[in-house]
């Protein structure tokens, strides 16, 4: 199986190169970097006729480049996911994110590949308590919401064999993601403002690599018993991202860390004080990914506590400065 990742420097890539291995041959592609896309998926080098490489912001280019490749499957976990940032630079995030995708779809459907992409719950509102379904309307409140919605319902279009695979709240052990900055933010300042009032679940980027992994080994071994579509992935249960901080700190205290932090204070959306609107509400129900892959969903904590853990060591061997 000729499998082609995209995004492989990003916080899923990195999970995903592992765990697709196994499967069959895996072609990851660079991208050429340029000025406004530190945000999407960084290369190597800057040529961008390099036989490896593909540009999300030249989707021409990328259509031919995925057909000479003559995947089986695609999978496409590169980004524009600086959500403020994304405000200013529309016409980029809609690129990589919403314009790219769709050209993977056309590309897939041209040479009879599975595609599989990783949408977000920025799609929603973020109206109400309950966990959103994969059938409940889309309004998403910010330019990063409307651009992967604008990709989900161009791959839906496409008639390509697909999964789209929704996800939350996403942090991995690399980057400076929100679970890096609190880590390091408790280690330097005694009080934290954190909001309390956003519900969600953290997802692991090796949680999703490995639903993934998962999903696929299936669809290699029945192909046509796999049900495209859309799916929510994401860890069960839910927090708040205070809730989630004063876990890590938690953790932290528990790996025999000693922290600078003796207050955390929960603080309103609007307290807090943003450029950009984000969902309250970013509940994900996944019974349907569960029933129909016969998949269990692990409890958030558990993927957060292996994380923590593992960069108190990283921060102890000088790898994760804290």
């Known amino acids: ?5 995209f995004g492989k420097t990003g916080q899923v890539g990195r999970a995903l190169q592992p765990v697709l291995a196994p499967l069959g041959q895996v072609i990851a592609p660079d991208r050429p970097r340029h000025a406004s896309g530190q945000s999407v998926v960084s290369a190597e080098s800057a040529n961008r006729h390099e036989p490896w490489q593909a540009d999300f912001l030249d989707p ?3 259509y031919e480049r995925t057909l000479a490749l003559s995947p089986d499957v695609i999978v496409n976990a ?3 996911t600086a959500v403020e940032e994304a405000e200013n630079n529309q016409a980029t ?4 994110n919403a314009q790219a995708p769709a050209v993977l779809a056309r590309a897939a459907a041209q040479c009879g590949a599975l595609l599989i992409h990783y949408s977000t719950d920025y799609v929603f509102d973020g109206s109400g308590t309950r966990p959103w379904n994969e059938t409940d309307i889309a309004r998403p409140v910010n330019v990063y919401g409307h651009s992967k919605l604008a990709a989900d319902q161009a791959i839906a279009r496409s008639g390509c064999r697909h999964l789209i695979f929704r996800t939350s709240w996403v942090y991995g052990r690399q980057g400076r993601g929100f679970l890096q900055q609190m880590m390091q933010l ?3 300042r005694q009080c934290l403002r954190v909001v309390n009032d956003q519900i969600g679940a953290p997802t692991s980027a090796c949680l999703i690599a490995e639903i ?3 999903v696929l080994n299936k669809y290699r071994r029945h192909p046509a018993a796999i049900e495209d579509g859309l799916y929510h992935l994401a860890a069960s249960g839910e927090t708040s991202w205070f809730g989630y901080a004063c876990h890590v700190f938690a953790r932290m205290r528990a790996n025999g860390l000693d922290l600078a932090l003796d207050r955390v204070v929960p ?5 807090y004080g943003s450029a950009v609107r984000r969902p309250l509400n970013s509940r994900l129900n996944t019974s349907k990914l569960a029933g129909t892959f016969g998949l269990s969903l692990p409890c958030w904590q ?13 921060a102890r061997d000088g790898r994760f400065l804290l």
Request: overall charge negative; aromatic content about 2%.
């Open 78 to 80: 590169a980004a524009y």
């Open 302 to 314: 558990q993927g957060v506590d292996a994380t923590v853990d593992a960069l108190c060591v990283e």
């Open 267 to 271: 603080v309103s959306t609007l307290e």
């Open 212 to 214: 993934t992994a998962a």
């Open 93 to 96: 995030a809609l690129l990589v």
């Open 60 to 62: 021409a280019c990328l």
């Open 186 to 188: 408790a280690m330097r």
């Open 1 to 5: 199986m000729n499998i082609v990742l």
